[in-house]
């Protein structure tokens, strides 16, 4: 018996304010809002063309703790590094930190490559291209950048 091909679904963050977090999301990826509720159990699914790609759920205090076993960091592939530098266009006018300068590859000489930052409640993030990274710097020696930021 073969086992089935699995592809990644939706993913589901806990956010400490529902609303800066749909902001942040739409502007970075043009996400729609399928579904929401404010009452005390507030929550948000986002999406595009009717499909669900991340639910917002508001349930969380403090800042994501990237010292504790569990997620590292999601990664969102793009088109091309065009994109990926459209999206870094994006997140300087959302006045977001990047974790280096740029893009970035993802290892000395690798053809692919992208930016690095968190969300408003420090989730790390990724926003990658498969080519066009060629030439860009690669911050970490002798590991995948998306490792060590």
Known sequence: MSKPALKTGHVALNV??????????????????????????A???????????????????????????????????????DAVREAELTLKGLGVEFAYDGVVAHGEGAPSGGVFFSDPDGVRLEIYATTGAEGAPAPVANAPTCGFF
């Open 43 to 81: 929550w948000a699914l986002l999406g595009t063309e009717g499909v669900l790609r991340i639910a917002l759920w508001q349930q969380s205090e403090g800042a994501f703790a990237t010292g504790l076993p569990g997620l590292h960091h999601l990664s969102f592939e793009v088109p091309d590094i």
């Open 16 to 41: 400490t304010d529902l609303q800066r977090s749909i902001d942040f999301y739409k502007a970075l990826f043009d996400f729609d809002v399928l579904a929401r509720s404010d009452d005390e159990r």
